[in-house]
């Protein structure tokens, strides 16, 4: 029933994106070729969509503003995002002002946030399947031109899909940048931190005399994705069987707070549960003191990439997807989910789980193995 309803939704996708492209797709002036040069020194305004409010696109892009403000400080950059991820744009990632935007919104709010808006130099919109209301945005926005990986729309004239196809998502914005005449000189990811979530979790680690620890995030986005609490057992049971001295810890989101609660009391699972985390940013603290984090979430394997942190990271059996979201760094393992009828990120390889643990925990042990 779920690979019917998946096609059903498919179908209805490809419609309306064909009903899009035939009402609003238009072509804008060619941008200039690879001979030619881009002028950047006239680049005032550039606009970022991300309604999409995925936390680990964020991450990946986030050097992206830096590099722009190293070029020229006074390049505006707005971000075109939904109300709950406005101030990490704004306070922690750079962005110059965020436009609100739903994540699904209504033709005439598209209207008034391309209005809010106004001139821009270019619109860089990176969504692989442009969808009936993105193409809507576009045709609505301002822009002088568009950057976007959908080559088939007119309304793209810098067109990076086929240019970039196979890279990861941080080389993707690197590419985007060198043909806009602007070198990245530092493309780390910038992963946000307060105060405040510092506090908190050096109060966790202070009230449960935790000496040595690793993290688990066990669940990603969707069904899917999610570890099941045998699973989460099995991950437990291998880390302590190769190191006794590293605690588990567990984190969550609002959304399966109670669920972890769940699984530790019903799977009997040896690990401490980070419920006192009330934002991303005290997740991010909690990874920067671990030994290391193992996480089918892919926000959170991208947070542990930008704090240096070794990891084992858990994928579907989908190369295409991996190639553009694999952690992108030196410090990571991962292990790919059996491919099946219904995608389960618990159809694993244990054995190979069990060697990258083992690996992980003698590394912790002795950086220099």
Known sequence: MRKVISRLQ?????LRRKVGVWLFDKSKAKI???HQQWQSDKIKHIVFVRTDAKLGDAFVSSFVFSAIKRFN???????VASPNMASLFTDHLGADRVVMLEKRPKYSDI?????EIGQCDLVVSLSLNMKMKDIYFLRCCQASHVAGLDDELKLIDLKLGSATKGKHFAEKFMY???KIGIKPVETHYVIPQTKESRQTAQDFIHDHKLRRY???????SGNARKLTGESIKKISQSISRHDPDIKVVLVSSPETKLLADQYIKQFDIDALHYNVSRSIFDISSVINFAEFVVSVDTATVHMTTGLSRPQLAFYHDDKENFSQWHPNSDLALTSIAKSTSVPDINSLDWEDVNSKIAHLVTKAKDPTQ
Do not use: H, P
């Open 10 to 14: 498919l179908f209805r996708d490809q």
């Open 32 to 34: 200039e070729s690879n």
């Open 73 to 79: 400080r006074d390049i505006q950059i707005t971000v």
């Open 111 to 115: 209207r008034k946030a391309c209005q």
């Open 176 to 178: 985007l940048l060198d």
């Open 214 to 220: 690793c993290v688990i995030n066990a669940f990603g």
